[in-house]
Nanobody, 121 residues
Framework: QVQLVESGGDSVQAGGSLRLSCAVSGWRVSRTWMGWFRQAPGKEREGVASIYPRDGDTYYADSVKGRFTISLDNAKNTVSLLMNSLKPEDTALYYC??????????????WGQGTQVTVSS
């Protein structure tokens, strides 16, 4: 059984930083695509960042480029999202996902339950 458990969400002020972590069991993060997604109230879920472990290629939504960094820890079987220079518009429930493609929400097979990030101005 594949399980993804996110942690690290918090309430911060604009300009602050957070590091989200996703602990994965029943699936090796080195196997194929891993991604982070978010969903704000009243909005559709959107791709934030993804990584293809075989070559290390990363992909980011335009809105987070230069501020967010996705990374893998194969030894711990975790995927992280470092978020700097946070903005109020980054407020959302953040999800970790596995076995998909790029930032395509519908392509991912396994999902966590999400961790809340709230950024105040």
């Amino acid at each position: 059984q594949v399980q993804l458990v996110e942690s690290g969400g918090d309430s911060v002020q604009a300009g602050g930083s957070l590091r989200l972590s996703c602990a994965v069991s029943g699936w090796r993060v080195s196997r194929t695509w891993m991604g982070w997604f978010r969903q704000a109230p009243g909005k559709e879920r959107e791709g934030v960042a993804s990584i293809y472990p075989r070559d290390g290629d990363t992909y980011y939504a335009d809105s987070v480029k230069g501020r967010f960094t996705i990374s893998l820890d194969n030894a711990k079987n975790t995927v992280s999202l470092l978020m700097n220079s946070l903005k109020p518009e980054d407020t959302a429930l953040y999800y970790c996902a596995a076995d998909g493609s790029y930032l395509r929400v519908a392509s991912y097979t396994y999902w966590g339950q999400g961790t809340q990030v709230t950024v105040s101005s």
